[in-house]
Each structure stands twice: as C-alpha cells, then as structure tokens.
C-alpha cells in the first residue's frame, strides 16, 4: 500500500509561485514514477506533470511546461512541484499519484495507481 499526501497549496495572486510537496509512505518511492493533475470545478482531472523513478526523465503538459518544475528526493520519499507565474487558470485541486508500472513517466490518469487526497491552490486575479 502507497499512500500520497500533499501538501503547500494555498491562496496567491496572479504572477505567484507556490511549490508543492507530496510525501509518499509505505512501498520503495524510489522504485517509481510520480505524477502531478489537477482536478478544477467543472473540469475533467488534467495532467500536469510527471517524473520517472531516477528523476532523469519528466514529462509536462503544453500549458504549464515553460512554468512548472517536477522534481523528487528519494531520500525524502517526497516529489515537488513548482509553480511560477501562475495564472488563474491554475486553480483547481493538486493530485499527487504514483505509477507502479510504467517505464516512462505517463500523462494518463488510469494508468496510476495511488492518489492523494489533493492540495487546494486558488489563483486570483
């Protein structure tokens, strides 16, 4: 069992950054690849980011790739997320999940099998 908790989200103004941090407990962390979506009000969950187990590959969505940084410490068993310039689109629900099979870092929710419970981030205007 693997159990994903985020963490950092918060409230902040258009042009902010926050970084997010997800703590991960119980299988080897470093045995897999992370990923990062976010679920806003009305929407389908999107993907935003993921890294591979060594942190040697990442993969990002187009709308977030020249803003977001996916990073991870294995020795801290915790993956990041950090946001610049962010705009209020940004808002929504930040998921966390984990990946215990791929071999690359995936941009399709189903094929994760963990999820945290998520970290509100709400961008004003």
């Known amino acids: 069992q693997v159990q994903p908790v985020e963490s950092g989200g918060g409230l902040v103004q258009a042009g902010g950054s926050l970084r997010l941090s997800c703590a991960t407990s119980?299988?080897?962390?470093?045995?897999?690849?992370m990923g990062w979506f976010r679920q806003a009000p009305g929407k389908e969950r999107e993907f935003i980011a993921a890294?591979?187990?060594?942190?040697?590959?990442?993969r990002y969505a187009d709308s977030v790739i020249t803003r977001f940084t996916i990073s991870r410490d294995n020795a801290e068993n915790t993956v990041y997320l950090q946001m610049n310039s962010l705009k209020p689109e940004d808002t929504g629900v930040y998921l966390c999940?984990?990946?215990?099979?791929?071999?690359?870092?995936?941009?399709?929710?189903?094929?994760?099998?963990?999820w945290g419970q998520g970290t509100q981030v709400t961008v004003s205007s």
């Open positions: 999940a984990v990946d215990l099979s791929s071999a690359t870092p995936s941009d399709y929710g189903p094929q994760y099998d963990y």
């Open positions: 119980g299988r080897t962390f470093r045995n897999y690849n």
């Open positions: 890294i591979a187990w060594s942190g040697s590959l990442t």
